[in-house]
């Protein structure tokens, strides 16, 4: 167990926020966060001490040590649950004083199954805005669909916005793709959506949104997705908006959208007329009465090109096409 090493670089008013990875492949993504140099604190939380021991967080907790002396949990939910709540005291002291948490992980083993719905409730205990950023695994193994399960309806009243991130969805996209290679586009997506939360909290010249706004669409949010697309300024912004709602990873209906954060960053020649038309375009995809915040940034360096970054959620269970109708969504809507 370390002591955080390094303070990010806050400013004085900046809300707080932590990144959390929890398990392997949270801790693996916390890992390659570390070389942005993002204003986040980073944790991984694990039971494998090997794991963890060459992972760069700021904070590293290793969990459960009584029940399986630092190699990790084999796969066992059970275990992963028993090894959070040992060290809870711990895990409470990461938690404290943040307003933001993002907890990372791969549902499909032991320690980010059984480990991050346990975090996820002391967090939102402790009252801070939760959201969880979670791959689903190959449903290659019942055992896998067990699990998944089981994150979810453990997840679902402790996490404010959920982002799941389907590995079969990849596999069906790209029948080839290397588990490297997929590990890879699954890892990329996470950290670009976590660095475009952090973009629209932190930098926002133009339009401002305080915490507070941004809090208002992400608490409570049910299930979320982040879209980011780029254009040039003369192409069809139709296309911007396709393209951030066609997230290729996880299926989503946007009319049932009841929340959606908007961002959009251009060069200094960006007009309000292009934000507005964005907007309605955006607003016609998406419910009829949704509460949506806006938030805008000149970059010099977009140089004629204009992106967009849209965070959608309050899709419910029912919306989730897991490529899973195998598994009991139904045990999930209760
Ligand atoms: N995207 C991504 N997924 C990974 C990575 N490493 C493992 N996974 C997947 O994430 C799921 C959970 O694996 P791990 O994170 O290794 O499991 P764990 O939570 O540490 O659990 P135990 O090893 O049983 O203690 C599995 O489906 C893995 O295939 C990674 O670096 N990136
Ligand atoms: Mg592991």
């Known amino acids: 167990m370390f002591d955080i090493i390094k303070k990010r670089d806050y400013k004085n008013d900046d809300p707080k926020i932590k990144v959390i990875g929890v398990g392997g492949a949270g801790t693996n993504i916390v890992n390659a966060l570390y070389s942005k140099n993002m204003a986040l604190d980073l944790i991984s939380i694990n039971t494998d001490w090997k794991q963890l021991s060459a992972n760069r967080a700021d904070k590293k907790l290793l969990i459960g040590f009584e029940e399986n002396r630092g190699l990790g949990c084999g796969g066992d939910v059970a275990n992963g649950k028993q090894s959070a709540i040992e060290d809870m005291d711990e895990i409470k002291k990461v938690l404290e004083d943040t307003e933001l948490i993002i907890l990372v992980g791969g549902i499909g083993k032991g320690t980010c199954t059984g480990a991050l719905p346990e975090i996820a409730k002391e967090a939102k205990k402790m009252g801070a805005l939760v959201v969880s950023f979670l791959t689903i695994p190959f449903f290659m193994r019942r055992m896998s669909i067990d699990k998944t399960e089981y994150a979810l309806a453990h997840l679902k009243e402790n996490v404010d916005t959920l982002i799941l991130i389907d590995n079969n969805k990849l596999t069906k996209l790209n029948s080839n793709i290397s588990f490297m290679d997929a590990l890879y586009t699954i890892d990329k997506y996470v950290i670009d959506s976590i660095t475009a939360i952090l973009e629209l909290i932190r930098n926002n010249e133009l339009i401002e949104v305080d915490f507070s706004n941004i809090k208002s669409i992400l608490e409570n949010g049910k299930l979320g997705t982040i879209g980011i697309s780029q254009v040039s300024k003369n192409e069809d912004f139709d296309i911007l908006v396709e393209n951030c709602l066609v997230n290729n990873l996880i299926k989503i209906k946007p ?61 419910d269970y029912e919306e989730l096409n897991l490529e899973s109708e195998k598994i009991g969504l139904e045990k999930l809507r209760h």
Request: proline share 2%; no cysteine; aromatic share 0%.
């Open 255 to 315: 009319k049932k959208a009841t929340g959606a954060l908007v961002q959009v960053i251009g060069d200094s020649t960006l007009s309000l007329n292009t934000l507005n038309e964005i907007v309605s375009k955006i607003n016609s995809r998406i419910s009829d009465d949704p509460n949506v915040v806006i938030s805008a940034k000149i970059d010099d360096s977009m140089d004629g090109k204009i992106k967009l970054v849209l965070i959608l959620n309050g899709m």
